[in-house]
């Protein structure tokens, strides 16, 4: 029996041999003479191993001998590559944590062998605007990343939406509900979900604490511009300037230089609402230096919002906080990544289309951006989303304030009946207040009117009572047109935004999201596999100068799915969010089985921070 390393070399001299034999004779001469067959076998394979790094015999069977524990052949799959090119037929040799390799031909294999025939072997999912970073440290609840694997999401980008779980200014992981930045305090808690104890606050402490304790899925992740900002100056509204400017920038950078993958902003949430042009094109400018990404939560993604002065005939709010976003691109030339492109309520909608012309044209003046969507018209947030700035800029004294009251009312009033989206869009999935528990699962609207209440006074109460947080799903951000077009724009790439919900109703987008997005693509023929499975994992690796997975290809990570195309389907309903998908057969995390037929491997942590 040949050994693996003897089929290379004797391939490498079949295919040496058929190059010569190729350059000898045209393909016209060789078909006349040869009739096809085996020469028309070793041209198509030729062609395929310039894409490849799969070496690829003339003709013939390969045998592999099983030299180790460590190996597993998917056999006789269709290898969708991630790169987006065409997908061919195929097996992939694992070995360890790694690809060994991919292989055209009819290959046999006494090791352990899983047979792929009218499976698609793909690279695992990369949900590349994800905030589990903020998860992963809680180690052993595998309840909490289990509806990801089962997806096939195999690495996690997390720290979107301004929201980081280091690079703090130094010390503020001790701090207190007592302590003068009960903000940062706040922040960070709610992020954390008293699942562990923040021990850190750089992100060389952050990715120690992970290795140590092992992590399921792997982590890429982003310094939240908002989180730093709040260890520094709480949610205080007052613009960064001078030395504290110079404070943020430095932590910032510190964290890059650390390993974050880029800087993310969440300007429509605390603090990052507060943050002023000057600040972001600092930022930018200098993640444009480091050779990183900027991803931004917009200021807006309604056509009238809180956080933009109102003014009834001017350009709408969110192509505002497009375009803004896509001139500091012009200016410091920053990589950018829109987080979440959403359009809510139903007066937005017809805004799609000249959206996406703000977007092609930035990207035709040489803007370096891409947008990120999932494949539902609801999205998670929490209920201060709606809220004004000026709002934000006076809490808790505003609460007590009549008049602020009343000119709150009056804008939402305006708002919401002049969007098209109102306190029945607003489903409360975790009040955070234990008087209002009793209300999860409800919308706004129902809610008031269950206990009596009007709906503004209502919506008031959970606010202040929660905070600010109580966890919501906003319904009516897009429609099925709007979705679909997104899919199918070439600048999208795909993500949940989501993490499993400890109590409380679930986001869909954590269950079955990406089945979902391949269910459409096919259904409604909107991308090819290719590009479906590309935009998962190759398009979004690349986006984020992740190079050592991604694509299938010899020395890449073994993060693979091998899935179902005929039958891949998201099984959520809109009362039903938690369900699991269908189709998706097999998941590996660096080289580790983690989803076997339906069953989870509760035992390993095969991920590493990337
Ligand atoms: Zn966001």
Known sequence: MKSIENYLKINLLRREFIRWLMKMMSTSVVFTLWGGGIFRKSKANAAQSTQQTAASAAEGQVTLENVNESRTLLKNGLIVDGTGNKAFKGSLLINHHKIEKVITEDVSFDGNTIDCTGRVIAPGIIDMHS????????????????????????????????????????GSQNLTAESSNRDFYKTVNKRAKGLYELQWDTFGGYFDYLEKNGIT???????????????????????????????????????????????????????????????????????????????????????????????????????????????????????????????????????????????????????????DTYAYHCGVSIINVVLPEWFLARV?????????????????????????????????????????????????????????????????????????????????????????????????????????????????????????????????????????????SGASADRFGIQDRGILVGNKAADIMVFDWHKVKDNNTDIKTSETPSGIDYVFINGTLALDQGKINTKAKPGVVI
Request: glycine share 8%; with cysteine; charged share 20%.
């Open 217 to 371: 899925h792997n982590l890429a992740t982003l310094v939240g511009n908002g989180t730093t900002r709040a260890s520094l100056q709480g949610f205080d509204p007052t613009p960064m300037t001078g030395s504290r400017m110079q404070e943020q920038m430095y932590l910032l950078e510190e964290a890059l230089e650390q390993g974050a993958r880029g800087v993310s902003f969440g300007l429509q949430y605390e603090p990052d609402v507060f943050v002023t042009l000057d600040e972001l094109n600092k930022v930018a400018a200098m993640v444009k230096q480091k050779d990183k990404i900027i991803t931004v939560h917009m200021k807006a993604y309604s056509a009238l919002s809180g956080t933009y002065p109102l003014e009834f005939y001017g350009v709408p709010h969110n192509l505002q906080a497009i375009e803004e976003i896509l001139n500091l691109g012009r200016e410091t030339g920053a990589r950018i990544q829109l987080s979440h492109l959403i359009f809510v309520g139903e007066r937005t909608w017809k805004s799609y289309e000249k959206a996406f012309e703000l977007i092609d044209q930035a990207i035709q003046d040489g803007v370096d951006v891409k947008f």
């Open 131 to 170: 905030h589990m970073d903020s998860v992963l440290p809680a180690g052993d609840r595998h309840d909490l990343t289990t509806p990801f694997t089962r997806q096939g999401v195999t690495t996690f980008v997390g720290g979107n939406c301004g929201y980081g779980i280091a690079g703090f200014k130094k």
């Open 396 to 536: 808790p004294e505003v609460f007590n304030s009549r008049w602020a009251l009343l000119k709150l009312r009056a804008e939402l009033t305006l708002i919401t009946n002049l969007l098209g989206f109102g306190y029945e869009d607003i489903q409360i999935t975790k009040a955070n207040h234990p008087d209002l528990e009793q209300y999860n699962g409800m919308f706004l609207k129902d809610i008031a009117r269950k206990r009596n209440m009007g709906e503004f006074e209502n919506f008031i109460d959970f606010v202040q009572k929660s905070n600010g947080i109580a966890a919501v799903l906003n319904h009516r951000y897009s429609n099925q047109e709007q979705v679909k077009a997104m899919i199918r724009h070439p600048a999208s790439l795909f993500q949940t935004d989501a993490t499993v919900r400890l109590e409380g109703v679930q986001n869909p987008a954590a269950f079955g999201n990406f089945p979902r997005i391949l269910q459409y693509a096919r259904d409604y023929n909107l991308i090819s596999l290719e590009e479906a499975v590309h935009k998962m």
